[in-house]
Every structure is written in structure tokens, then in C-alpha cells.
């Protein structure tokens, strides 16, 4: 049998005990195909509340770009970064005796701000007790070198990750999801993070509009190729007060059925290097925002026992 090299694995080898990311959502933070600098109204699947729990709480009226020339709410998001931690802290100590944590700057494009902001943030996070690193969600057309530079410094010393959401190598794709970028774009941006030495997680989402497996798979291979270090998969689910909950509504799109995904899968992670370290194998929700595939609104427990016993017939263990 073959052992799947999970994150969490990787991390427990690495620190010699249990490693928790702690999902981050700032007020502020927005995205350039939500403001308008790329494209209009975000991606058609996306609505960050469902995918971010500390999103609602924390939403502001100010929202920070490249271009921002001062941060009025930079005290208040330090509050929320330092109130976030301290909570999950609490909860992961209590239930799993975890006393080292990564904080994961989870929601919308978090490296969507001027550099002096971004830098105080990742500051506050590193300096909160028990936290050894950081991992850093956004989108590839939304890093400056900055950045790159400076968590390439960081990570000299600290657990550093940078996540780009690749979702799909097709252009007509990402085009028909209003990503506001070709693939050409992730690749160069995957190329720069790599040139500074930084750990990069990429995220492939499964079940886009149009896509047949093999486009899927093909999207898997090429996205290894570009040298990523670690991968989430995830299946595309249609949730309320979206576009793509409009496109399922008229008929014009239908979600990728369990059984598909899940064999999707097992071959995405055949065909992957020995190398790369697996950080999600499925997604969902368990509210009444979920309109369809059913599916992805059982519990975590359910999902996992079907892949884990898929991966197991091909010989693999998760």
C-alpha cells in the first residue's frame, strides 16, 4: 500500500507533535475581479461567507487594494486577527491538546493590500503564542515581489506557505467562471513564488462548467508540473445568492455527481508525484446555503469514508 502524504502528516513529521491551521478572515480584504480592477462580481461560485465562518462577523465598508494609500482600519484588523487565534487557540487546546497552529489567511485575496499593511498583519499572526507559521490564500494576479520577498525571509525561520487558487489550466474555463485571468498568469506567478523558495499550495476545484475528466486530470498533471509543493481539491458546489446558482437554476449547468468526483480524484492523485503533500481531498457545507450537489452537504466523516475506501481499492492509504 501505498501512504498519501498528508499536510498534516507532513507537519507532525517536520514539528514532532499535531500542527492546526486557524482560518483567518480580516475586514477589508476584498478581490480584484469583485472591485472591478479585473472583472465584476467575483467568481461565479464564489460566496466567502460559506466557505469562511469568521467572514460575517468581520465584513467592513472599507475595502483595500494595491493602490491603497493608507489603511484606516489596520488597529481593528489586527483586533480581529489576535481575537481569532485566541479563540480557536482555546477550542483546538480543550478538544485535541494542540498547542502548535498555522495561521491560514483563508478569506477573499490576502495579499490584495498595500505591502506595509500585509506586513503588520502577518507580524501580528506570527507573534501570537504557539504559532509557528502562516499560509497565505490569493490569487495569482494579486502578488507583488514585496511580498514574495518578505515571507521568503520569513519562511527562513518560520512555516510559510503561499495558496493560489489554479482552479483550471483551460482559459475558456476560467473565462466562463469570471476568474479575471488567463493561465498563463498562474504559471508565472507560481514560477516568481517558487524563485524566492516559497512552499506553494494549489488549489484545483473539479466539476467546472464544461469540463470532462480528462480536462480535470490534464489540469492536475500541468499544475504539478509548475513544481507546486502541495494540493487542494475541490468539487465545484452551486450555493445560494451566486451566479453559478443562477446558471444551475435555468438548467445551464449541472454539478459533478459523487461517484464522478471521487474517481476524478483517484486518478488525479495516481498520476501525481511521490513528492507532493495532499491538503484536501473534498469539500462541503452542512447549511441551507448548499443548493446542489446533495452530496456535498453530508458530513465530512461520510464524504471521507468513500474516498478513503476508493484510494484503498487502488492502493492507496489517506
Known amino acids: 500500500m501505498k501512504k498519501i502524504e498528508t499536510f498534516g502528516s507532513y507537519l507532525k513529521k517536520k514539528y514532532k507533535q499535531r500542527v492546526k491551521k486557524i482560518p483567518l478572515a480580516v475586514g477589508g480584504f476584498t ?3 469583485i472591485d472591478g480592477a479585473v472583472a465584476k462580481g467575483g467568481c461565479t461560485f464564489c460566496l466567502n461567507d460559506s466557505f469562511s465562518p469568521n ?6 465598508k472599507i475595502f483595500l487594494n494595491l493602490s491603497s494609500k493608507e489603511n484606516p482600519i489596520l488597529d481593528k484588523q489586527i483586533a480581529q486577527i489576535i481575537e481569532q487565534i485566541k479563540t480557536d487557540k482555546i477550542e483546538f487546546k480543550k478538544k485535541l491538546g494542540i498547542n502548535k497552529y498555522i495561521a491560514y489567511f483563508q478569506a477573499f485575496t490576502n495579499t490584495y493590500a498595500p505591502f506595509s499593511t500585509l506586513k503588520a498583519l502577518y507580524d501580528v499572526a506570527l507573534k501570537q503564542k504557539g504559532v509557528i507559521g502562516i499560509s497565505i490564500g490569493t490569487r495569482s494576479d494579486s502578488v507583488e515581489d514585496e511580498v514574495l520577498e518578505y515571507l521568503s525571509e520569513l519562511s527562513k525561520t518560520k512555516e510559510v506557505w503561499i495558496e493560489f487558487g489554479i482552479q483550471s489550466i483551460y482559459d475558456e474555463t476560467l473565462k466562463k467562471i469570471n476568474r479575471g485571468h488567463d493561465f498563463n498568469n498562474i504559471k508565472e506567478a507560481i514560477a516568481r513564488a517558487k524563485s524566492y523558495n516559497l512552499n506553494v499550495c494549489g488549489h484545483l476545484i473539479f466539476g467546472l462548467p464544461g469540463e470532462s475528466q480528462e480536462m480535470m486530470l490534464e489540469s492536475s498533471k500541468v499544475s504539478y508540473d509548475l513544481g507546486i509543493n502541495s494540493v487542494k481539491f475541490h468539487p465545484l458546489y452551486v450555493v445560494k445568492n451566486t451566479i453559478l446558482a443562477n446558471e444551475y437554476l435555468r438548467g445551464d449547468f449541472s454539478p459533478i455527481s459523487q461517484d464522478l468526483y471521487i474517481d476524478t480524484l483517484v486518478k488525479a492523485i495516481e498520476i501525481m508525484p511521490k513528492d507532493i503533500i ?17 452530496w456535498c452537504g453530508q458530513s465530512k466523516n461520510e464524504q471521507m469514508a468513500k ?5 484503498l481499492r487502488r492502493g492507496y492509504v489517506y
Open 31 to 33: 478581490c480584484p475581479n
Open 55 to 60: 467572514l460575517a462577523k468581520n465584513r467592513d
Open 278 to 294: 495532499v491538503q484536501r481531498v473534498s469539500a462541503g457545507i452542512d447549511d441551507d446555503t448548499l443548493l446542489a450537489p446533495t
Open 307 to 311: 474516498i478513503k475506501k476508493a484510494l
